[in-house]
């Protein structure tokens, strides 16, 4: 293919717009002999000795595709040598005008050629189209930026574009005639020999299904010796969605930097159907855990939990919830309800949540898969759980919150009145008609119950029915009667029965009932 093919004398639209992703499955590129002695500096003409065309799937790659497209959700490379693992993700995307853009690991770094990255582009559309190629990675952006760490805890210290990668186009590559060299620095890392150059065209014009492919060597910056390969997040950013990142860690190495205030602590099980594994029992070879910020603060607080995945798989589904422990049982205080998808964590890859914590009104809410707010919790034993697992079913952060004991007290919005023993509460008109029937809930003394709350489980909105008769027994008390809507009285009994008995710790035992009114 003639490289003048490439060229167009104007441009495409921009890189941005949506995405697709591979299926939650990894590609390795074998790990090839390497020697380990780095101190001999090593130059290579822009490409491996013995060259693979990068339309061939590269010898030793294992793929473990989840759908007929072949294309894995991350593609993963160790370099023995210098005992780091590099994942790609993702290992293919799409621009708004139709380009379908792969990218995967073709070969491991050795002592004499760096690791290389096979990509292509091809038109998906019906008609010729010129690309824009300088904003879609690996094609354009060939430099990343300063690498971020896994988590906030996980600081880089000074590091600059210095530390960064780039991905150098080697001999192997359709769109270029005259490729950089690279050198093996002393510590063991393979780097350009110059600076970064305008290797690539800027557009690229294709007809209908034809693809240009290219091969990549992922290397450091010339003026990068002595920096080293830090572990974290490198991204190749286009625009919009147009991204390919490449995490990178410690091989041997891959937990979580320092200990746990935890350490040696037992814990009761959160479930007895699903198994967890705890940040205070992580070590230096634990490839999956959730980390929090801190592990102590005093109310109110916000605490940021970061769930990382160094592993080789992809794990989910990653729903988060918060838990109470008390006793030698956790309670669970929110939320109540979790969207159905499933969603997923890429080798490489890390997810934040925020808890807002409170001992009085939580905070305006979170957006959404982003955390929560909580409020009217107590001091004490929390635990925050997400689906990611890894080496477990669900992975846990323990932080323990100081603050006074929470007493259940009814919302500031009811009326109420007395006579004799019996109280009877009035919810607000808007929730005695929030388009349900009407309904009284009734609660009484019991002698035993087959479910226990705690008090912070009360006071949060699913058990508002509940918080507003509890907080009105007095030792002369003997009924309260609610009058609310059903929607609030079923969330207290349920939809299909009509009582239900709880023992709240610390407070008593209780049987409560429902009568459903016509609207």
């Known amino acids: 293919m003639n490289r003048r093919t490439f060229l167009a004398a104007v441009g495409a ?7 697709g992703f591979g299926d939650p499955t990894t590609e390795t590129a074998a790990t090839a002999p390497a020697e380990s002695d780095a101190s001999t500096p090593t130059r290579a003409q822009g490409a491996s000795p013995n060259p693979t065309s990068t339309r ?22 160790d370099l023995e040598p210098t005992d780091r693992t590099y994942a790609l993700a993702p290992t293919r995307y799409r621009t708004p005008d139709e380009g379908k853009i ?8 050795t002592a004499e050629s760096p690791a290389t990255l096979s990509a292509s582009l091809e038109n998906a559309n019906d008609f010729a189209n010129t690309f824009r190629i300088e904003w879609t990675p690996p094609f354009g952006r ?41 050198e093996r620095d002393d510590d063991g890392y393979w780097r350009l020999a110059t600076g970064v150059d305008q290797w690539l065209p800027e557009r690229v014009r294709l007809d209908p299904g034809e693809t240009v492919h290219g091969e990549y060597a992922v290397v450091g910056h010339a003026d990068g010796a002595g920096e080293g390969r830090p572990p974290g997040v490198y991204e190749f950013r286009g625009r919009s969605d147009s991204t390919l990142r490449i ?25 007895e159907e699903a198994s967890t594994a705890w940040f205070h029992d992580a070590d230096a070879t634990t490839g999956t855990y959730l980390r929090p910020d801190r592990e102590q603060a005093r109310l109110p607080a916000q605490v940021a939990f970061t769930v990382v995945n160094k592993s080789r798989s992809t794990t989910g589904c990653g729903h988060w919830s918060l838990y109470k422990l008390d006793g030698e049982r956790w309670y669970h205080i929110g939320p109540y309800v979790h969207t159905a998808d499933c969603r997923q964590l890429r080798p490489g890859q890390t997810k934040s949540w925020t808890l807002n914590a409170d001992g009085g009104e939580a905070l305006p809410p979170i957006g959404h898969g982003n955390g929560a707010s909580f409020g009217f919790l107590g001091g004490g034993a929390y635990a925050a759980v997400v689906g990611y697992g890894g080496r477990a079913d669900q992975s846990a952060a323990l932080v323990e919150l100081k603050g006074d004991e929470v007493s259940i007290e009814p919302t500031d919005d009811v009326t109420s009145e007395r006579s004799d023993a019996t109280v009877t509460v009035t919810s607000p008109r808007r929730e005695r008609t929030d388009n349900s029937a009407p309904a009284e809930l009734t609660l009484t003394s019991a002698d035993e119950a087959n479910r226990t709350l705690v008090p912070e489980q009360v006071m949060q909105r699913r058990y508002r029915g509940l ?14 009667t609610l009058r609310t809507s059903e929607r609030v009285a079923e969330r207290v009994v349920g939809h299909d029965a009509d009582r239900r008995r709880f ?13 459903r009114q016509s609207a």
């Open 102 to 109: 792969t990218a995967r690991f073709a070969s491991t770094a």
């Open 142 to 182: 060939l430099s990343s930026r300063v690498p971020e760490p896994f988590a906030d805890t996980d600081a880089l210290a000074d590091a600059t574009h210095r530390a960064g990668l780039v991905l150098a186009p080697t001999a192997n590559h359709e769109l270029v005639d005259d490729p950089p060299e690279f």
């Open 247 to 271: 995490a990178v860690w410690e091989t041997g190495r891959p937990g979580p930097e320092g200990g746990s205030r935890f350490e040696q602590q037992t814990l009761p099980p959160i479930s």
């Open 503 to 515: 023992r709240i710790r610390g407070t008593g035992t209780y049987e409560v009932s429902i009568e």
């Open 13 to 19: 639209a921009g890189l941005g717009g949506c995405s």
């Open 56 to 77: 061939e799937s590269p010898a030793g790659t294992a793929t473990t595709p989840g759908d007929d497209s072949g294309v894995a959700a991350a593609s993963i490379v």
């Open 467 to 480: 918080r507003n008769t509890v907080g009105f027994v007095e030792e002369a008390i003997e009924t309260v």
